[in-house]
C-alpha cells in the first residue's frame, strides 16, 4: 500500500492527455480547422504533472506549450495522428482525459498539389467523419482507468454533456457553454460543470483556466482515490 501523499496524491499515476485543435489538410497549402489554442488541455496536462502524475500530452497545432516539469508533449496535425498517438498509451494510462477538439469530418480527397480556382461560381467539398477517439477507446478502456471527455456546446448542453457521458462510458465530462462570456476558445478564463457517471454535478464558477483545471484534478483525484479504497 503506496503512502498518501497530499502535495503529489497522483504519484505513481500515468496519466494521457489529448488537447487543441487538429488540423485536415484539402492540399499542400489548405486545411480544415477550428478555434481551439489547447489552452484547456494543456492546464490540465500540467496540473496532473503537478500533482505528480507522470503525463503523455498529445497536443495537436498550437503555438502554446506546456510548462511542468514531468510531461511529455506529442505533437500532432490530424485527428488521424491524434488518434495513433492516443492509443499508443491509452492501455498503459491509469487517468485520460480527452481535452481536444478534434475535427469530426475531414476532406474526402487530399491532393498534392495547390487546387485551382475554377470558372464556376461555386465549389463542393465532399467530407467524411474522423474517427471518434475518445468513444472507440472508451469502449474498450482498461478496468480502473478513470476516463474523462469534455463537451463543447451552444445549446441543449446539459442534455447533450449527460448524453456523450453514458455513450462514450465516462467516469466525468466537463461541460464547457460557449454562450458564456468569458469563456472558451482563446480566453484565459472558463465556466465549466462538472458531471459525474455517479451523478454528481459540480457547477464552477467563471475562473482561470488553471484554476478550473485544479478543480478537474481534484475530481479525477477523488475518483480515483474511492477506488482504491
Ligand atoms: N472527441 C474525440 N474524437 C473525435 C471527436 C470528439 O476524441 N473525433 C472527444 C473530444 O475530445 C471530447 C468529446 O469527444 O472530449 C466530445 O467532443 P464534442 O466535439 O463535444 O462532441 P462530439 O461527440 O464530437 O459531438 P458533436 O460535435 O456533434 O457535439
Ligand atoms: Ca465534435
Same mark, same amino acid.
Given at each position: 500500500?503506496?503512502?498518501?501523499?497530499?502535495?503529489?496524491?497522483?504519484?505513481?499515476?500515468?496519466?494521457?492527455?489529448?488537447?487543441?485543435?487538429?488540423?485536415?489538410?484539402?492540399?499542400?497549402?489548405?486545411?480544415?480547422?477550428?478555434?481551439?489554442?489547447?489552452?484547456?488541455?494543456?492546464?490540465i496536462?500540467?496540473a496532473?504533472?503537478?500533482?505528480?502524475?507522470?503525463?503523455?500530452?498529445?497536443?495537436?497545432?498550437?503555438?502554446? #506549450? /506546456?510548462? $511542468?516539469?514531468?510531461?511529455?508533449?506529442?505533437? &500532432? *496535425?490530424? !485527428? %488521424?495522428?491524434?488518434?495513433? #498517438? /492516443?492509443? $499508443?498509451?491509452?492501455?498503459?494510462?491509469?487517468? &485520460? *482525459?480527452? !481535452? %481536444?477538439?478534434?475535427?469530426?469530418?475531414?476532406?474526402?480527397?487530399?491532393?498534392?498539389?495547390?487546387?485551382?480556382?475554377?470558372?464556376?461560381?461555386?465549389?463542393?467539398?465532399?467530407?467524411?467523419?474522423?474517427?471518434?477517439?475518445?468513444?472507440?477507446?472508451?469502449?474498450?478502456?482498461?478496468?480502473?482507468?478513470?476516463?474523462?471527455?469534455?463537451?463543447?456546446?451552444?445549446?441543449?448542453?446539459?442534455?447533450?454533456?449527460?448524453?456523450?457521458?453514458?455513450?462514450?462510458?465516462?467516469?466525468?465530462?466537463v461541460?464547457?457553454?460557449?454562450?458564456?462570456?468569458?469563456?472558451?476558445?482563446?480566453?484565459?478564463?472558463n465556466?465549466v460543470?462538472l458531471?459525474?457517471?455517479?451523478?454528481?454535478?459540480k457547477?464552477l464558477p467563471?475562473k482561470s483556466k488553471t484554476e478550473v483545471a485544479k478543480d478537474i484534478i481534484a475530481a479525477i483525484t477523488?475518483?480515483?482515490?474511492?477506488?482504491?479504497?
Amino acid at each position: 500500500h503506496e503512502h498518501f501523499n497530499a502535495n503529489k496524491p497522483l504519484k505513481g499515476k500515468k496519466a494521457l492527455v489529448t488537447a487543441g485543435p487538429t488540423q485536415e489538410p484539402l492540399d499542400p497549402v489548405r486545411f480544415i480547422s477550428n478555434h481551439s489554442s489547447g489552452k484547456m488541455g494543456i492546464a490540465i496536462a500540467d496540473a496532473l504533472a503537478n500533482a505528480g502524475a507522470e503525463v503523455t500530452l498529445v497536443l495537436g497545432p498550437t503555438h502554446l #506549450s /506546456a510548462t $511542468a516539469q514531468g510531461v511529455n508533449t506529442l505533437r &500532432v *496535425v490530424t !485527428a %488521424a495522428d491524434m488518434f495513433n #498517438s /492516443a492509443e $499508443a498509451h491509452f492501455n498503459t494510462a491509469d487517468i &485520460v *482525459v480527452m !481535452a %481536444a477538439a478534434v475535427a469530426d469530418y475531414r476532406p474526402r480527397n487530399v491532393v498534392d498539389k495547390k487546387i485551382k480556382k475554377g470558372e464556376g461560381e461555386e465549389m463542393v467539398l465532399e467530407l467524411e467523419k474522423t474517427k471518434d477517439i475518445l468513444r472507440t477507446l472508451g469502449s474498450k478502456r482498461p478496468e480502473g482507468q478513470v476516463l474523462v471527455g469534455f463537451s463543447l456546446e451552444t445549446n441543449n448542453e446539459k442534455e447533450y454533456a449527460l448524453k456523450k457521458l453514458h455513450e462514450k462510458n465516462l467516469d466525468l465530462i466537463v461541460m464547457n457553454s460557449l454562450n458564456d462570456t468569458g469563456a472558451g476558445f482563446n480566453y484565459d478564463t472558463n465556466k465549466v460543470t462538472l458531471f459525474g457517471r455517479n451523478g454528481d454535478v459540480k457547477e464552477l464558477p467563471l475562473k482561470s483556466k488553471t484554476e478550473v483545471a485544479k478543480d478537474i484534478i481534484a475530481a479525477i483525484t477523488g475518483i480515483v482515490h474511492s477506488r482504491e479504497t
